[in-house]
């Protein structure tokens, strides 16, 4: 079993940043591969980015890329999200996840999810 805690969320105006963390529980923390959804008010769920458990291997919506970093601490068992540049339509309640098999972009191959936490960009 695996708990993620995100934080990090907040009020921002556009063009600020912000840093999403997440905690992960568990010793096996360094053999997930990790990824950040976000969802926003009446929209589905959608990809981010996700990182393998190297950090390797990472991947970012077009949405995202160029602004947004993943990145990892293994010792820490803690993922990242630094946001850089952020628009009032990166507003969304942001989620981390763990997949235990494989790296991904959909998160019904993720099998534990963290209870989110609020980014609001202001315009």
């Known amino acids: 079993q695996v708990q993620l805690v995100e934080s990090g969320g907040g009020l921002v105006q556009a063009g600020g940043s912000l840093r999403l963390s997440c905690a992960a529980s568990?010793?096996?923390?360094?053999?997930?591969?990790m990824g950040w959804f976000r969802q926003a008010p009446g929209k589905e769920r959608e990809f981010v980015a996700a990182?393998?458990?190297?950090?390797?291997?990472?991947y970012y919506a077009d949405s995202v890329k160029g602004r947004f970093t993943i990145a990892r601490d293994n010792a820490k068992n803690t993922v990242y999200l630094q946001m850089n540049s952020l628009k009032p339509e990166d507003t969304a309640v942001y989620y981390c996840?763990?997949?235990?098999?494989?790296?991904?972009?959909?998160?019904?191959?993720?099998?534990?999810w963290g209870q989110g936490t609020q980014v609001t960009v202001s315009s």
């Open positions: 996840a763990a997949d235990v098999l494989r790296l991904g972009t959909r998160g019904r191959e993720y099998d534990y």
């Open positions: 568990g010793r096996t923390f360094s053999t997930y591969a």
């Open positions: 990182i393998s458990w190297s950090g390797g291997t990472i």
